[in-house]
């Protein structure tokens, strides 16, 4: 049987794509270490060996000498730790991230649907690289008519796309995020190769990139839900830039809001409240209440996981007004047809919790139910596990066992077949919760049977 391939470490495969000896590399980072102010720094070649080879982690001066040395921000350093921010250095990610914001270059993107080899739990967008996306997006070069190559296509292929799409968006919720990632992945090169070979109007032109948009939004959030982060991020930020060709900023938005959703739930409230905040700053733009809703309702738990109660119940209330304004979900935008009040009540019942206030998220989580327009749970398989699973947290918090225990077999019950990294994610973290009350038999008997 043949061994799987090992890949090199990131340190190894930095010093060979700028064809640097141990010894020569080294020499260099100790020259910025000196530069920085930090004194001067041992450089013998055996140390980039129990680096890279032996587990040993490099004192924090000599990581951000390395970091300083590849144009990563420091900050970057302690935010992702050795050696996984030495992956913001590698030329893979880089592509998408610096290319230039043309309708040449993003079809060029498109076209690379596949990308490098994943990273799972890995964000590729860094502080700086992440403002440069949202400060380019609305000035993006726009879509115009091509007419001398090709066959000619018309509005009714986007409208097919757009059929396609929708389709896509529901099986997600049927047969998960797995299959449907491959189906939009199919959807976003079929797209691409009119882009790349049909000629067109302008307007049927930035429908297309609207459609490769959605397509790439799509594709996006069904990597999240594996858990492959940096595949994710690649998808959100060509959906992007596919929108800022389009000139469509309500489809910005939403690749931003769902952006956010990942950046926050990744431990990086700043980011995601960055993004958020650059889809906010043309709000006029925005057609769809409900995109409104989702964005503050975003910015909410943002707030939330940042800890900051005044800012995240403004969002909350942000979010309500905006959706009040809503008109049906058939005359919104096709992709929004899951925000609903139910929705609404989930995020604030979630805010509530990580903010430590887990009566008030109790109250939440029950209206989300029995409101008269409520949370679909027949629908929202995995939403509905985890926001379960938060109720369950919020009944430890307040002492009631017996009612965590009872939604949490509810949890394993409604998780099923379903193949999802946040779900089970979110299994792991319910049973930490328990693992305090270990002493209690029906606590050890749930801890076994969700193993």
Not at 105 to 112: A, I, K, P, R
Not at 261 to 283: I, S
Not at 332 to 347: F, K, T
Request: charged share 25%.
């Amino acid at each position: 049987m043949t061994a799987p391939a090992v890949e090199p470490h990131p340190l190894t495969t930095l010093m060979a794509r700028h064809n640097l000896t141990a010894a020569r590399y080294l020499k260099r980072v100790a020259d910025r270490h000196l530069a920085l102010g930090f004194g001067a720094m041992a450089h013998r070649k055996e140390k980039a060996s129990r680096w890279t080879q032996k587990g040993v982690t490099p004192e924090r001066t000599a990581m951000l000498a390395i970091a300083s040395l590849h144009g990563i921000d420091l900050a970057d350093v302690d935010r992702y730790g050795w050696p996984h921010f030495l992956l913001l250095a590698l030329g893979d990610d880089r592509t998408v991230l610096e290319s230039p914001w043309t309708v040449a270059g993003t079809v060029n993107l498109l076209t690379d649907v596949g990308g490098p080899v994943d990273r799972r739990g890995f964000l590729i967008a860094s502080t700086s690289t992440l403002a440069a996306a949202v400060a380019q997006w609305i000035t993006a070069e726009p879509a115009l008519a091509v007419t001398d190559r090709g066959r000619r296509v018309g509005a009714e292929a986007t409208t097919l796309f757009d059929v396609r799409l929708d389709a896509l968006r529901h099986l997600d919720d049927t047969v998960g995020a797995g299959h449907v990632y491959d189906a939009a992945v199919v959807e976003l090169r079929l797209i691409t190769n009119l882009l790349k070979n049909a000629s067109y109007t302008e307007a049927t032109g930035r429908s297309l990139f609207a459609a490769a948009a959605e397509a790439s939004r799509l594709a996006g959030w069904c990597a999240y839900d594996h858990g492959r982060h940096a595949a994710a991020e690649r998808h959100f930020i060509t959906a992007l830039r596919a929108a800022g060709c389009a000139k469509d900023v309500t489809l910005g938005a939403v690749t931003l809001a769902f952006w956010a959703n990942l950046r926050y739930n990744a431990d990086d409230p700043k980011g995601a409240l960055h993004l958020v905040e650059a889809a906010l700053a043309d709000r006029g733009k925005i057609a769809s209440p409900r995109v409104l809703a989702m964005l503050h309702a975003r910015a909410a738990r943002a707030w939330s996981k940042a800890g900051e109660p005044k800012a995240t119940w403004h969002q909350v209330d942000a979010a309500f007004h905006a959706y009040g304004r809503a008109d049906s979900p058939e005359a919104d935008l096709p992709s929004m047809y899951w925000i609903n009040r139910g929705e609404l009540h989930q995020v604030a019942a979630s805010s509530a919790l990580s903010l430590g206030e887990p009566r008030r998220a109790l109250e939440d989580f029950d209206a989300a139910l029995t409101h008269d327009d409520p949370y679909d749970t027949e629908r929202e398989i995995r939403g509905t596990v985890i926001y379960q699973a938060r109720k369950a947290e919020a009944h430890l918090a307040l002492g009631d066992v017996d009612a965590a225990l009872g939604i949490g077999h509810q949890v394993i019950v409604t998780m099923g077949g379903v193949d999802s990294a946040r779900t089970t994610s979110t299994l792991r973290d319910l049973r930490g919760h328990f693992a305090g009350h270990q002493h209690i038999r029906d606590v050890r008997d749930f801890l076994d049977y969700a193993a």
